[in-house]
């Protein structure tokens, strides 16, 4: 047989490359003695070691890696998984191929980062007893690349850039961001967020064809590279003409108000990703698509900055609602009882996309578990006008009228708010709202006001000489409220990873329309963070502070007690469902037996079966949430474990002796169990609490305490009911 010289050469390279394998099998073979590996082997951690320096973080790299080992609080997640409808951890078996890739995997990060000399490699130790394997990856950055110089210019070296008029100051903000990478270490992730935020500037500046590319020198002697960004940034171009299509109840004309643009304006690619959400914001507005031409003209990219200004056609098309929407809900909550909200809904009323909201709130109170439920009936009606002296404000107006029976008093409020909210985008907004109320007061909840050593007869003394008349039974309320809402989350039905800040400012102006003077700051937090296994770990802070003046501070020969009742209805209170759990709405700190007459024969004896909150200036609590789904079930199924805190207090000279006792202004704490249920008719959530530091009131019966203080016994001698310590909480149709 003739084998031409071709045929000889690939034969002889055949059988070099297969004594090269069998060579390197033999090799391999002690290794693979060494660490025995079964479908079993898992590994227990993977660290990372750096032979010189440091540069680029494990919290960078990790998530880099598919290799998975066991996680942090191995047995505790083990130990808690057998308990019924936990899942335990999952078996994670060792895979050596992937570990391969993960270190390939790593090399082009540090190549990214300009360690072109990077070195990896992995040490593994095992665990022969419990068949773990100990990963560590070694790693030696090396030398980096250094960036030199940067040039920003145009395609054609020859021509300037066409910078807008009215842009240059922008401009060179630009490029002073590429001047400070200069001198740097070279990061091609960096950089090419940087291109893109070039091209993305001349997008938003008339130029939709902009196009911007780098190139490195190449010069392997020295570690310096020197980056070259090309911009092009193509044919000018105008938003012209704008269609609106798929309008029934609105007109073309409120959808154009609601564009950050009109027609002959230059081109801006965030403008056209502005008005889809604003436009999607009306509520009549189901769907709302904007679209553009795409793709580009053969010219754009060479086009002279003479060239007259392209027309990009802009086609709006939204897809309405119903006009008309009628909704309600229906809730439960163990402190306030069966709750409902019926509300009718005109989403084009009068043209112009205009809201009118007519609505109904009732919190009967019944099923409570408390004595004396909450109730509170409210209507109201709104109107809402969107794009009003701005694009993105809308302007509302709802007058109302309010009913209540609570632990401040019985009375009947009329009133009416006017508000200005700003949407930013997402759930971020800014409102600034007015409210002008007067409200009538029938009965007072004041034969409460007594805790710790509080001198009960100097109250019924208070009573007796007219304290009611000094409160006044008609109040008049004039306050500005600016508040915000900031930041995001993932899932708003379900949030798994985010973070929501709401501040608020509150002030009463005028002071001489209003019957109380205060300022009031408050801001609440809510973060999520995920866990392995669908769990989710959220939190929840809020704090706040109330600053009387003018009407609201005791002048000289006033009874601090007077003024500080006055302010009740606005003093901070804790504990509840959606608060410091263990402890009943608003009932955590400063409390005070809920006085009652009771006349027999000729006689009025006084009874107490419950407490009432007293408030005080500031608030603080704070909450930390473990959610478990439970396996094998989808949707918002599952179980927490929570840990709460809070104190409430005031620490007001000018209102010695108005205040709780310095027992029931401490911190306090709860922690506990819940179930959380999804339902088609909304969530049901219960809980479990238990007060870790009760005070002496959360352990006694109101009747006794009542009794010792009219008795003047110590109550430290009552008895302690240990049962005190736990509360359940039931809401449906509420969240964390």
Same mark, same amino acid.
Request: a neutral charge; aromatic letters at 8%; proline letters at 6%.
């Given at each position: ?17 297969? &004594? ?36 680029? @973080? ?21 130990? &808690? ?43 593994? $130790? ?18 980096? *690349? ?11 070296? #020859? ?42 500037? /001349? ?22 590279? @020197? ?14 003409? $704008? ?40 509520? =009549? ?15 754009? #990219? ?16 939204? %897809? ?100 200005? =909210? ?30 710790? @050593? ?18 006044? %039974? ?62 989710? *770990? ?19 020969? @006033? ?43 000729? %006689? =009025? ?33 599952? /179980? ?26 401490? /911190? ?27 005070? &002496? ?40």
């Amino acid at each position: 047989m003739l084998i031409n010289s071709g045929e000889a050469r690939l034969w002889i390279f055949a059988r070099v490359v297969l &004594i090269a394998l069998a060579l390197a099998l033999l090799l391999a073979a002690p290794a693979a003695s060494q660490v025995h590996i079964d479908g079993a082997t898992e590994v227990s951690g993977i660290h990372f070691r750096w032979t010189e320096t440091k540069t680029l @973080d494990s919290r960078e790299l990790r998530p880099l890696l598919v290799s998975k080992d066991r996680g942090g609080s191995y047995g505790l997640r083990k130990a &808690i998984g057998k308990l019924p409808l936990v899942p335990g951890p999952v078996l994670v078996p060792f895979d050596p191929m992937e570990l391969q890739r993960d270190v390939v995997r790593l090399r082009s990060r540090y190549r990214e980062a300009g360690f072109r000399k990077a070195d990896i490699r992995y040490e593994v $130790i095992r665990d022969d007893a419990k068949n773990l394997l100990d990963v560590t990856l070694v790693i030696t950055e090396g030398p980096p *690349l250094i960036l030199g110089r940067i040039d920003v210019i145009a395609r054609d070296s #020859l021509v300037a850039l066409p910078v807008p008029e009215g842009e240059t100051g922008s401009w060179e903000k630009q490029l002073g961001r590429w001047e400070k990478l200069e001198g740097k270490r070279l990061d091609l992730r960096e950089a090419n967020r940087l291109r893109l935020q070039t091209q993305a500037w /001349w997008r938003d500046r008339g130029f939709p064809f902009a196009r911007v590319r780098h190139a490195l020198s190449d010069d392997s002697t020295t570690t310096e590279r @020197d980056l070259t960004m090309r911009v092009a940034p193509g044919r000018r171009a105008v938003f012209r003409p $704008i269609a609106v299509e798929g309008t029934k109840n609105i007109s073309a004309a409120t959808v154009e108000k609601r564009l950050p643009f009109h027609d002959g304006d230059p081109y801006s690619a965030k403008e056209l990703e502005d008005a889809r959400r604003d436009i999607g914001e009306l509520d =009549i507005v189901r769907v709302a698509m904007v679209d553009t031409p795409d793709p580009a003209p053969a010219d754009s #990219l060479s086009a002279r900055p003479d060239t007259p200004p392209a027309d990009v056609a802009v086609h709006v098309r939204i %897809t309405e609602a119903e006009p008309r929407l009628v909704s309600g809900q229906l809730g439960y909550g163990t402190e306030a009882g069966v709750s409902s909200e019926l509300r009718w809904t005109h989403r084009n009323f009068m043209g112009g996309a205009r809201m009118f909201t007519v609505s109904g709130v009732a919190q009967t109170g019944l099923g409570a578990v408390a004595a004396n439920p909450d109730e509170l009936y409210r209507a109201s009606v709104s109107l809402t006008q969107p794009s009003f002296l701005m694009r993105r404000m809308s302007g509302v107006v709802s007058p109302f009228i309010e009913k209540r029976d609570n632990v401040t008093d019985n009375s009947l409020q009329v009133g009416v708010n006017t508000t200005l =909210i700003y949407r930013l985008g997402g759930l971020k907004s800014i409102a600034l709202d007015y409210q002008i109320a007067r409200r009538r007061i029938y009965e007072y909840t004041l034969n409460d006001f007594a805790a710790g @050593d509080v001198d009960l007869l100097t109250l019924l003394q208070y009573q007796a000489q007219g304290l009611l008349d000094s409160l006044g %039974t008609e109040l008049w309320n004039s306050t500005f409220t600016l508040s915000g809402t900031g930041g995001g989350v993932d899932n708003p039905a379900n949030p798994r990873r985010g973070l929501v800040v709401r501040p608020a400012v509150q002030v009463t102006a005028p002071p001489s329309v209003a019957s109380t003077n205060y300022s009031r700051i408050d801001v609440g937090v809510h973060g999520y963070y995920p866990l392995p296994g669908r769990m989710t *770990l959220a939190g929840r802070l809020s704090a706040g502070q109330m600053f009387p003046f003018g009407k609201s501070l005791p002048a000289e020969g @006033d009874d601090p007690s007077v003024k500080f009742l006055q302010l009740r209805d606005v003093l901070f209170t804790a504990g509840g469902t959606d608060d410091v759990r263990g402890w009943g709405d608003r009932l955590l700190g400063p409390k005070v037996p809920d006085v009652r007459g009771v006349t027999e024969a000729d %006689t =009025i004896r006084l009874v107490a079966d419950n407490f009432v909150p007293l408030g005080g200036f500031e608030r603080a609590s704070l909450s930390l949430e473990l959610r478990v789904p439970f396996p094998g079930v989808r949707g918002a199924w599952g /179980w927490h474990a929570f840990l709460d805190a809070g104190r409430v207090r005031t620490e007001d000279s000018r209102f010695d002796g108005a205040g709780a006792t310095p027992e029931a202004e401490g /911190w306090f704490y709860g922690t506990g169990l819940g179930l959380d249920l999804g339902t088609p008719v909304g969530p049901i959530k219960f809980d479990v609490g238990y007060k870790l530091n009760p005070s &002496i009131a959360d352990l006694v019966d109101s009747g006794d305490l009542l009794q010792a203080l009219l008795d003047g016994t110590p109550i430290e001698s009552l008895p302690l009911k240990t049962s005190r310590r736990w509360h359940f909480h039931l809401a449906f149709g509420t969240s964390f």
